[in-house]
């Protein structure tokens, strides 16, 4: 439909607006913070713009897929609250890039790993070059956490919006590192990585973050009810995360920007690797339970009696994780 097509547009240049906010923010953070200094200190804040500023943007698209075609005060919101869930985003990239010892990230260095090789090949002893790249990266991720309340107090949202904004990712934060703090006890203690427990840890570390909470600021920002947003969210998230798991283990550096097969070489607890059996029978399985997601995602999507162009790009977005699901089936 002709409406569709302009609704994609328009969440398409929002989210354009959005990832330039945030480039600028973190020019401007990086001017500051390195003139007369440069070195590792210019290295490791540019790192944190190369994790936020890379990738596909969802979590922005989503905020704007749920805010609709909102006009003025309203649109400059959702871009704000856009360029703040992708800086989220990079916070826990950066995070989880030492949590789960990655040295790619987007096919380049993380952090971490940046930091680590650039100080061993200046003569640091290699475990010396190791504590200081994690320790870098750790101070990266945080001062991207708080950036992302910097923004929404320094800016001109309303304040019981900004107050609403502020619970709304604080939650957020809340239970994504309850999620990785389970995902590292199923690492650490044998036997504690049951099916339950894992998809637990899956849906506290990607679908709240990634959709429940973009989804609400959206629906904030046009003046919409939240609630119906975290079903659809949660479901999307549990879908989103069975591709990403197939991906962790079955996909190339090529298409993930990782290490392949990363998630056997670290040992991880996720849907693809609880499960025996052969690699077919597996992809099966993690395929079938994801599309189970999805059809819940979209009955709730149907049910909320949302506007047409929200729906509409909802559905787009379900339609795409499995896209992302079905590849490896083939």
Known sequence: MKTDAMNGELVRQR??????????????????STSGRGGLMADV??????????GKHLRARLVHIAAGPVEGAAADEAILLGACVDLLHGAFLIHDDIIDRDDLRRGRPT?????????ADGGAAPADAAHEGTSMAIIAGDLALVGVQ????GSDLPDDRARRSLRILGNAMTVTLGGELLD?????EPGAATGERVRDASWMKTSV??????????????GRDEAPMVPIG???GRAYQAADDLAGVFGDTADTGKVAAGDIARGRSTLVTMRDGDAAAVIAEVIAEGTDYLDRARAAIAA???PHEVASGLRDVADSIEGSLVRHGR
């Open 15 to 32: 989210t354009a607006a959005s990832v330039d906010l945030l480039r600028r923010v973190l020019d401007g953070q990086i001017s500051d």
């Open 45 to 54: 804040l540019t790192g944190i713009g190369d994790v936020s500023l890379g």
């Open 111 to 119: 952090i971490h790993a940046a930091v680590r090789d650039s100080l």
């Open 150 to 153: 910097q923004m929404i107090l």
């Open 184 to 188: 590292i006890i199923h690492g650490a």
């Open 209 to 222: 973050y990634t959709f429940e909470a973009p989804l609400q600021l959206g629906a904030m920002v046009a």
């Open 234 to 236: 949660r479901d999307l």
């Open 304 to 306: 909320a009696a949302l």
